[in-house]
C-alpha cells in the first residue's frame, strides 16, 4: 500500500515514545519529575553520528512533520514540503529528529496526559513551559539518542526561537542554526492578539478553570475563537484576497481587488449569517483546529511565545547573548509576514552581526504572509536545500 | 459651574429626541414603521441656513460628539478634539448636527429599544441596517431641521463611509463631503476580524440567541473579546510599543523597542496572569466599553461595514457611483493606520478623480494607527481647519 506514497515522501513513519525520568527544572523553577517525549525521525544516522538534524515545531506543529503513519492516510506531515528523499531536508542525506515539545497535545506529556501524582488530567496543573525548558528537554533527547552535534536545528515562527535558543543554551552542540519567520521577541501586538486567544478560551463556560478533561467538557468555541484569530495573523491581507477571489459575484470587478464578497443586495443574508467565504474559511479552520487540538496546551504555547526575550540575560542587549555562539546562522523571512515581519529578521541579523557571527540571510518576496515558511515556494525551497546541500558537503569534508 | 469648561468647549449639552413615524423602507427590505433618532447640534444655524455640518459617527460613537452633559461630567464627547469654538470643526461659524445612527445603544431606536409591537426588547428582531440606510434617516433628520444643504458632511472610519453615501444618494444635499480613514469596502482581513468579534459575542453562553435583555442577562465576555480584538486594529504596532513603554523593567533597553514587557524571570507569573502592560491596557478597554455598549448594535455595526461597498449597483466600479456627485471631496488617511490604510483612501481618490470630481487628499503622518483620525494630531486639525475655514468664505461669498 505504501507503493502509493509519492517518491520523494519518507512514506510510513511510526512514532516512539522516549520516557525520561531524570526530574526537568523549568524555568518558572517548578519540577517536572518525569516526562515522554514522542518522536520521529527520518532517514539515517551515520556511522560518525555528524548527519542529524533537529526540528523544532511551531505553536500546533507536532513530532509528525513528514511522511504518512497509515496507508490510507490522505494528509502528510505539518512540513512535508520541505522533509523527505530529495526535499531541501534531504531524508537521503540526513537523519532527521522531530518531536512533540513538553506541554503538547500530539502524544508527549502535557496538560492532556495523565498526572502520574494525582492519577488525573494535568490540565491547569501542567506548568508553564519555555522556550529554554523545551531546548533542555531536547538536550536530553539528544543524549539519548547519542547525538554529539546536530548538522544543523532548524524551525519556523516558535520554532525559530528554539534555534535561536540551541544557539545560546548549547553553543557548542549545533554547527547551523536555521531560523525562519522568528523574531527576537514578540511585539505588543503580537503580545495583544495571543492574550484575547486565551481570553476566548478562558472565557468560554465549558473551560472550568482548565479542568474540562475531568468534567468530560471541551471549551470549543473558546478554541475555534482562538484558532480564527490566529489564522487572520498567520495570512497577509493579499493572501486573503488571492484566497477569496473566486466568490460567485454578479458584477464584475478586478479579481485581485475582490475579497470573497457579494455584495448583490439579494445574495445578502441581512442577518449574522456567512456571507462572505472569508467567513466560512476561517469557521472551517477554527472548527477543525478545535477537534484535534487541547486547549490548555494552547495557552501553554502561546505563553512560551510571549516569554520568549533571549536577551533578558543580557541586559536587555541580545548580541551578547550571541557572543559565545560558534554555529553558522541562516535566517529567512517572508515580505507579506505582519506576524513576524523582515524586519524583526533583519534586527536579529544586526544583533547576530554585532555578535560577530557569520550570518546569511535571506528576504522571500512571498504573498502567503506567515504562513509561507510551511509551503513549497520555490525561491524559499531552493535556498533552504542549497543552504543544506552545503552543510552536508562540510559533514563530507570534516569526515576526510 | 459650567464656568469650569473650557473655553474652547461648546460645553452644556442636551440631546433631542426626534420621532419620526414614515415606515422607512431599509436596504434588506424590511421596513421600520417608525423610529426615534437622538440629535445634539452645536453652534447656530445662519438664517440663510446654509452652515450646517453633517458629523457622521464610526462603530462606537454616538451623538455626542463634543461638549458635556452635566456640570460634573469629566469626559466630553468622542470628537471634541475637533468640535468647539474656535476649534476645527469651528461652532461659531458652523451649526453642527450630531445623531445617534439607527441600531445604535446611546437613544435612537436600536436592538436595546423597546419594539412597540410586542412590547418587549427588540434584541436580534431589530432589522440589520446599512450606510445607505443611515443616510437615507439622515436626510429625513435634515428635513426635519429644515436644512436644504449641508455645507460639509464629515465623518471618520465607518463614519467616512456614510459620507461617500451621502455624495452618492444625496449629491444635491451637499456641498463638500470630508472622509477621514476610510476605505472604499472592506478588505478579507477586515471582514475576518470583524466576524471573529461577532463570533465572539455570539458563542458567549449569556448571549441566548441575542435576547440576552429579555432574560436579564448579558454576554460581557464575549462584548469585551470583540473590543479587545478591535482594540488591536485600531493601534498601530509603534502606537503600542510607544503605549506600554513605561513597564517596570530591571534591565536596560531602548524605549522604541520595549513593549510594556518586563522578562526577568522573578516577575513573570508562569501562569495566566496578566504579565505585561498591553494585556491589562486591553482588558481595561474591554471591561469598560463592555459596561456601555450592547451587544447587538456591535453586530449591527460590524454588519454595516461589512456590506459597505457603493460600487456594487455601479457593476463594480465605484468611479461611476460618483459621475453626478456635484460635491468637493476632502480625504484623509494616516500612515500607520493598517485597518484602513493610506492605500485605500489613494484608491477612493483615484476614482473620484476618474469620476471627474475636485478632490484634495492630504496623508498624516502620526503613529497612533486608525485611532489617530480622534486624536488632535496639529497638522491633522490644521488641515481640517483651514478646509473649513474655506468652506465657510465659500458660504459669505455665495450669500453676498
Excluded at 34 to 51: C, F, H, M, P, Q
Excluded at 234 to 258: C, G, H, I, Q, T
Excluded at 295 to 310: R, S
Aim: charged share 20%.
Amino acid at each position: 500500500m505504501s507503493d502509493s506514497f509519492p517518491t520523494n515522501s519518507v512514506g510510513l513513519v511510526t512514532p516512539q515514545v522516549h520516557h525520561f525520568d531524570d526530574p526537568l527544572t523549568l524555568r518558572s523553577g517548578k519540577v517536572l519529575p518525569a516526562y515522554d517525549l514522542v518522536v520521529e525521525t527520518y532517514g539515517t544516522l551515520n556511522s560518525a553520528r555528524t548527519n542529524a538534524i533537529l526540528i523544532c515545531h511551531a505553536l500546533s506543529g507536532d513530532h509528525h512533520s513528514a511522511g504518512f503513519h497509515s496507508p490510507d492516510d490522505k494528509k502528510p506531515g505539518w512540513w512535508d514540503a520541505c522533509i523527505g528523499p530529495g526535499k531541501a531536508i534531504d531524508t537521503t542525506l540526513f537523519f532527521v529528529v522531530n518531536l512533540n515539545n513538553l506541554g503538547g497535545c500530539a502524544g508527549s506529556t502535557g496538560p492532556a496526559s495523565i498526572n502520574p501524582e494525582t492519577e488525573k488530567f494535568y490540565g491547569p496543573d501542567f506548568p508553564v513551559v519555555t522556550v529554554r525548558d523545551w531546548v533542555n528537554s531536547q538536550a536530553r533527547l539528544m543524549d539519548r539518542l547519542e547525538i554529539p552535534k546536530w548538522a544543523a536545528v532548524v524551525g519556523g515562527s516558535l520554532g525559530g526561537m528554539q534555534v535561536l535558543r540551541w544557539a545560546i543554551s548549547y553553543p557548542e552542540r549545533l554547527d547551523h542554526a536555521i531560523c525562519i519567520a522568528a523574531a527576537p521577541k514578540l511585539s505588543a501586538q503580537n503580545i495583544a492578539f495571543n492574550e484575547v486567544a486565551r481570553r476566548s478560551i478562558t472565557s468560554d463556560s465549558n473551560f472550568h478553570a482548565g479542568r474540562y478533561l475531568e468534567l468530560g467538557t471541551y471549551p470549543k468555541q473558546g478554541l475555534m475563537l482562538a484558532r480564527m484569530i490566529g489564522h487572520i495573523t498567520y495570512l497577509s491581507d493579499s493572501a486573503m484576497r488571492a484566497k477569496f477571489s473566486k466568490a460567485v459575484s454578479d458584477y464584475k470587478r478586478d479579481s485581485s481587488e475582490n475579497s470573497g464578497r457579494d455584495l448583490s443586495t439579494g445574495k445578502l443574508s441581512f442577518g449574522f449569517d456567512v456571507d462572505f467565504q472569508v467567513e466560512s474559511y476561517l469557521h472551517y479552520q477554527g472548527e477543525r483546529f478545535s477537534k484535534n487540538f487541547d486547549a490548555n496546551t494552547y495557552l501553554l504555547m502561546t505563553k512560551a511565545l510571549d516569554y520568549f526575550d533571549p536577551s533578558v540575560d543580557f541586559e536587555g542587549d541580545l548580541a551578547k547573548a550571541f557572543e559565545n555562539s560558534p554555529c553558522k546562522f541562516f535566517l529567512m523571512s517572508f515580505s507579506t509576514d505582519w506576524r513576524f515581519p523582515p524586519e524583526r529578521s533583519r534586527e536579529l541579523v544586526t544583533d547576530l552581526l554585532k555578535a560577530g557571527r557569520e550570518v546569511s540571510y535571506l528576504e522571500i518576496e512571498a504573498d502567503q504572509g506567515h504562513d509561507a515558511f510551511l509551503i513549497a515556494i520555490p525561491r524559499y525551497v531552493d535556498a533552504l536545500s542549497t543552504y543544506l546541500t552545503r552543510v552536508h558537503k562540510e559533514l563530507e569534508v570534516n569526515a576526510t
